[in-house]
């Protein structure tokens, strides 16, 4: 069962959170036939430690899922699909989780708590997290990326200038996406597109401030990707605020979206920031 990115930041009665993990997705398998580990690809993974510590588990036949430590050091386990002959998937994931409790976990294995905080998001971002995954009370074990399981992401944010925009495609309104950028020095480094965060009064708003500006060739002058279809370019005078989930080992922006217009900001001051 994998989790869907949400960007909507919610809580409620209806759902429970957990710390999101920084690791490999490992599913341990211990049956007749000893312990296997497998990513959620299906390769096997050589981890003696945690291999030792699940084949000592008091159970005939069980099927962990958790998150394994890049270094391999620690296994965290969230969930259980199998137990002595007993499909669990199809029950809902306070039984799962009770049936976990059994299991007397012990290191290199570790448990998953549910986080009890008003807002799990802000205490993630806070205290360095990957972010949360919010699980719905009641879901059943999906083979499947499940609206049921949905991760929130920890985000960062950058000021970024505009120096062009795509047209609108279907029912959208206004333009399709911003092409956005920073300075380094005199050039204007293309840093990607975004396409999200946006209503329709800003759409069309944006557009008509924008075809203003148009010019014939793109202001970019480094960077890699650029779009060549059903694309306008304009003069940088216009800067927004984005938030995002990390920059690609190519300089662009991860899943960016649009949060306001930056009108305190000079499009020359704009550069990449670092923490």
Not at 106 to 124: F, G, I, S, Y
């Given at each position: 069962?994998?989790?869907?990115?949400?960007?909507?930041?919610?809580?409620?009665?209806?759902?429970?959170?957990?710390?999101?993990?920084?690791?490999?997705?490992?599913?341990?398998?211990?049956?007749?036939?000893?312990?296997?580990?497998?990513?959620?690809?299906?390769?096997?993974?050589?981890?003696?430690?945690?291999?030792?510590?699940?084949?000592?588990?008091?159970?005939?036949?069980?099927?962990?899922?958790?998150?394994?430590?890049?270094?391999?050091?620690?296994?965290?386990?969230?969930?259980?699909?199998?137990?002595?002959?007993?499909?669990?998937?199809?029950?809902?994931?306070?039984?799962?989780?009770?049936?976990?409790?059994?299991?007397?976990?012990?290191?290199?294995?570790?448990?998953?708590?549910?986080?009890?905080?008003?807002?799990?998001?802000?205490?993630?971002?806070?205290?360095?997290?990957?972010?949360?995954i919010a699980k719905r009370?009641?879901?059943?074990?999906?083979?499947?990326?499940?609206?049921?399981?949905?991760?929130?992401?920890?985000?960062?944010?950058?000021?970024?200038?505009?120096?062009?925009?795509?047209?609108?495609?279907?029912?959208?309104?206004?333009?399709?996406?911003?092409?956005?950028?920073?300075?380094?020095?005199?050039?204007?480094?293309?840093?990607?597109?975004?396409?999200?965060?946006?209503?329709?009064?800003?759409?069309?708003?944006?557009?008509?401030?924008?075809?203003?500006?148009?010019?014939?060739?793109?202001?970019?002058?480094?960077?890699?990707?650029?779009?060549?279809?059903?694309?306008?370019?304009?003069?940088?005078?216009?800067?927004v605020q984005v938030s995002?989930?990390?920059?690609?080992?190519?300089?662009?922006?991860?899943?960016?979206?649009l949060i306001a217009e930056?009108?305190?900001?000079?499009?020359?001051?704009?550069?990449?920031?670092?923490?």
């Amino acid at each position: 069962m994998a989790a869907t990115l949400t960007q909507e930041r919610f809580a409620g009665p209806e759902w429970t959170f957990e710390r999101k993990l920084d690791g490999i997705r490992l599913l341990a398998f211990k049956d007749r036939r000893g312990v296997r580990l497998l990513s959620r690809t299906r390769h096997a993974q050589d981890l003696p430690r945690i291999a030792e510590a699940v084949a000592r588990l008091p159970a005939r036949e069980v099927i962990l899922d958790g998150e394994v430590e890049w270094d391999g050091t620690a296994y965290h386990v969230f969930d259980v699909a199998w137990l002595d002959g007993r499909d669990l998937t199809s029950l809902p994931i306070e039984e799962r989780r009770a049936a976990l409790d059994t299991l007397p976990l012990r290191k290199p294995l570790a448990r998953v708590r549910t986080l009890d905080d008003a807002e799990p998001w802000t205490r993630a971002c806070a205290e360095g997290w990957e972010g949360v995954i919010a699980k719905r009370r009641g879901s059943l074990y999906e083979h499947r990326r499940s609206p049921h399981w949905l991760k929130m992401k920890c985000e960062a944010s950058q000021e970024l200038v505009v120096g062009g925009f795509t047209d609108p495609q279907g029912a959208r309104v206004g333009l399709g996406a911003l092409l956005v950028g920073y300075y380094e020095g005199d050039a204007l480094v293309f840093a990607g597109k975004v396409g999200t965060g946006f209503d329709s009064k800003q759409l069309r708003s944006l557009r008509d401030r924008l075809d203003a500006l148009e010019v014939a060739s793109p202001p970019f002058t480094r960077g890699t990707g650029l779009p060549r279809l059903r694309v306008h370019w304009t003069r940088p005078q216009i800067v927004v605020q984005v938030s995002f989930i990390e920059w690609t080992a190519h300089g662009k922006l991860r899943h960016p979206r649009l949060i306001a217009e930056r009108t305190d900001k000079k499009p020359r001051e704009v550069v990449r920031e670092s923490p």
